[in-house]
């Protein structure tokens, strides 16, 4: 696994990479008509999680059809720029799930079908527009194979390497805090295991004693009522092939797309099974990922 600073610094650069493309594609996207938005209203908040156990219990499947939004914040730790704040919406559904991210009007979704194979969708969420990525399609060399690092934002295999410290409440509501260090660097996980959803998230610094990146989770949602129509109204969208893109010269909206670096797809959860972060520089300074 990655040194957990360079993991650190790799995740503030995603970060703030993210911030610079908001402008170009909001302003870019600006006459298009706005989808389907989440109603957060009646979701409820972590802390409110074990007030639900029984009717989260009643469902077959709580962890399965959940909607979760989380809050990052990159602590800059300089007097000239300001902490970094974006959010992160989890949307799950079976075998499907998404991230959406709506300072840039993008949702990100993979579906894992019967031969335990990844299908990457990205939808340009501002625009009505997908981009599909086939099974085992590459980009950058890589292609999707973890489906725990999607589904939860963290992979099975890196929260093995933590150790539990503490453990509370019962059913639905029960959190588990899970530490791992290094000589550079302490991680922090809190838990809630009966849904396989991270509570929150920080990196700390040791020689500083500071935290420089943290996840918080601000609301989620076990009803489920408002995943479908989530889904089916990215569905409808125009769509268009990854390996085809090269074929066409005279879409405005890939060029700009491509331009900005918004084709290649890239990652957004938490740490891989290797310790890469949330979106990937794939070592290459012409390409981007949000």
């Known amino acids: 696994m990655k040194s957990l600073i360079e993991i650190a610094v790799n995740s503030m650069k ?28 009646k979701f409820v908040k972590p802390s409110e999680i074990a007030a639900i156990n029984e009717q989260c219990l009643s469902s077959a499947s ?18 000239d720029k300001s902490d970094l704040a974006l959010q992160i919406t989890l949307l799950r559904n079976g075998n499907e799930v998404a991230h959406q991210y709506p300072q840039t009007g993008i949702t990100e979704s993979w579906q894992l ?36 690092y999607r589904n939860q934002l963290i992979s099975d295999s890196l929260l093995k390497k933590f150790t539990t410290t503490n453990s509370i409440n019962e059913g ?3 959190i588990e805090t899970k530490t791992f260090s290094n000589d550079g660097l302490t991680m922090e996980i809190t838990w809630f295991p009966e ?3 991270i509570n929150s998230f920080a990196i700390t610094e040791k020689e500083t004693d500071s935290i420089v990146e943290s996840w918080s989770l601000q ?12 889904f089916k109204s990215r569905y409808d969208y125009y769509a268009t092939d990854y390996a085809d893109i090269g074929d066409d010269h ?10 900005l670096g918004f084709i290649e797809h890239g990652a957004s959860g938490f740490y ?6 949330m979106a990937d520089d794939h070592n290459n300074k012409n390409h981007h990922s949000h």
Not at 123 to 146: C, M, N, T, W
Not at 219 to 230: A, C, M, N, W, Y
Not at 272 to 277: K, R
């Open 272 to 277: 891989d099974t290797n310790g890469n972060p």
């Open 219 to 230: 609301s989620v949602d076990l009803s489920g009522e408002q995943i479908t129509p989530f």
């Open 250 to 259: 005279t879409d405005p909206f890939l060029t700009k797309m491509m331009n």
């Open 113 to 148: 079908n019967q031969a335990s194979q990844i299908k990457s969708t990205r939808f340009f969420d501002l625009h009505e527009r997908a981009i599909e990525y086939q099974p085992g399609e590459k980009v950058h060399g890589k292609s999707e194979s973890d489906w725990s």
């Open 172 to 174: 639905c509501g029960r």
């Open 14 to 41: 995603n970060i703030m990479k993210l911030c610079i493309f908001i402008t170009s594609v909001t302003a870019f996207g600006a006459l298009a008509s706005s989808p389907l938005s989440i109603d957060t209203s």
């Open 62 to 79: 709580p962890k399965s059809k959940l909607i979760a939004v989380y809050e990052i914040v990159s602590n800059t730790h300089s007097r």
């Open 195 to 197: 849904l396989s959803l």
